[in-house]
């Protein structure tokens, strides 16, 4: 399949926003674990935060990922 540069602005932009929303609800999820002490929330943040992790180079991600460490 070819996208001519209107569709392929619409992928990139539509592949963006998603993880500008990902970033986001990971920095969420960070804000409400702060003051929960337990393994099961720290395992489903570190899930959460390996798996941004393969698009640090996202801006967002990168800030979410540098406020984790």
Do not use: I, Y
């Amino acid at each position: 399949m070819v996208l001519n540069e209107s569709a392929a602005h619409a992928v990139d932009a539509g592949l963006h926003v998603g993880w500008f929303a990902a970033a986001a609800t990971a920095a969420r999820v960070l804000d409400l674990s702060a003051d929960v002490v337990g393994e099961r929330t720290a395992g489903r943040t570190r899930v959460v935060l390996a798996r941004l992790e393969g698009f640090r180079g996202v801006p967002e991600v990168k800030e979410v990922l540098q406020r984790a460490s």
